[in-house]
């Protein structure tokens, strides 16, 4: 099953009703841990120059293009935000929720990150080379 919400605040499902036409489920609202009074800087400017390198070779991927993104400032929005935006599979988006640390959960984002950009460059590389040699393309 898969479950998508906007909402204003993080929460927990504690379980499901399907006695109805339409699925119902009890909540539980969770409280971000707080914020460090001010957060690494390396780690603001990491995941910048991280999110920014991913998410132009994702692009690129799709033959589109992005002069990158302005990331939220305070920290829990931005871990939010390049966490949505992940093409990873669900149980990694999973664990990135589970995260109630923002920081833990940037970090983690971040780790994802770097484990994906070799292949991405590579496929990147392999795609460029496609779409610009062989029979035909300078005609």
């Given at each position: 099953m898969n479950l998508f919400s906007i909402g204003e605040q993080r929460f927990r499902i504690i379980a499901v009703n399907t006695?109805?036409?339409?699925?119902?489920?009890?909540?539980?609202?969770?409280?971000?841990?707080?914020?460090a009074a001010a957060p690494p800087p390396q780690l603001i400017a990491r995941s910048r120059q991280l999110?920014?390198?991913?998410?132009?070779?994702?692009?690129?991927?799709?033959g589109q293009w992005t002069r990158g993104v302005d990331l939220p400032p305070e920290l829990a929005e931005a871990a939010?935000?390049?966490?949505?935006?992940?093409?990873?599979?669900?149980p990694q988006k999973q664990q990135l929720l589970e995260q109630l640390s923002p920081e833990a959960r940037l970090?983690?984002?971040?780790e994802i990150i770097a484990g994906e950009l070799p292949d991405m460059r590579t496929r990147l590389e392999a795609y460029q080379r496609q779409k610009t040699s062989g029979f035909g393309v300078l005609n």
């Amino acid at each position: 099953m898969n479950l998508f919400s906007i909402g204003e605040q993080r929460f927990r499902i504690i379980a499901v009703n399907t006695t109805s036409p339409y699925l119902r489920g009890e909540v539980e609202l969770l409280d971000q841990s707080p914020v460090a009074a001010a957060p690494p800087p390396q780690l603001i400017a990491r995941s910048r120059q991280l999110f920014d390198e991913y998410l132009r070779t994702h692009m690129a991927l799709g033959g589109q293009w992005t002069r990158g993104v302005d990331l939220p400032p305070e920290l829990a929005e931005a871990a939010d935000y390049i966490a949505t935006r992940l093409d990873v599979p669900a149980p990694q988006k999973q664990q990135l929720l589970e995260q109630l640390s923002p920081e833990a959960r940037l970090a983690h984002a971040l780790e994802i990150i770097a484990g994906e950009l070799p292949d991405m460059r590579t496929r990147l590389e392999a795609y460029q080379r496609q779409k610009t040699s062989g029979f035909g393309v300078l005609n």
